[in-house]
């Protein structure tokens, strides 16, 4: 499981699709891999000591705002966090533009053109996951890197439209 406490952990985390959008493959993939290595490992502690985890994260976009809401591991809510998606909507729309250049370059590109477009994702994958940890330290909430890059990724799939 993850590192530091076993309480300090996220179990679960649900993404509150209000309807289902069909994916690409690769988007899809991504999803189910930034879910699968959150639970194997991640940090995640809400600060407020009444409230303790392991946690279990339910993740939607209201309008614009990011809804954080943390469950226990009985999926009783504890808290939530709303987010305004004011400064991440830039940030997004940016990468999914450097990720449909990935997507198109892997299939033909040379593999230096490859890894160039791929710093690029990554430097605009980590610039959203600090914010969202910066984000979540403000409301209370605090994660390790690797654990915000992985929500930074389901934060993206929830900004897809069908």
Request: net charge negative; hydrophobic share 35%; with cysteine.
């Amino acid at each position: 499981m993850g590192q530091g406490s076993k309480t300090e952990v996220i179990i679960d985390v649900r993404l509150d699709e209000k309807t289902f959008v069909r994916r690409r493959p690769e988007v899809e993939h991504e999803r189910k891999v930034a879910i699968y290595d959150l639970l194997e490992e991640n940090h995640f502690h809400v600060l407020d000591g009444s409230v303790t985890g392991p946690y279990t994260l339910h993740l939607s976009i209201d309008g614009d705002k990011l809804c954080v809401d943390v469950h226990d591991q009985s999926d009783m809510p504890l808290c939530a966090a709303f987010l305004s998606l004011k400064g991440f909507r830039n940030i997004v729309k940016e990468y999914f533009m450097v990720c449909e250049s990935y997507y198109s370059a892997i299939r033909t590109a040379s593999p230096s053109a490859i890894e160039s477009i791929d710093m690029g994702r990554r430097g605009l994958h980590n610039e959203g996951a600090e914010m969202l940890r910066e984000r979540l330290l403000e409301k209370g909430i605090e994660s390790d890197g690797d654990t915000t890059r992985r929500l930074f990724t389901l934060v993206c799939v929830l900004h897809i439209r069908g």
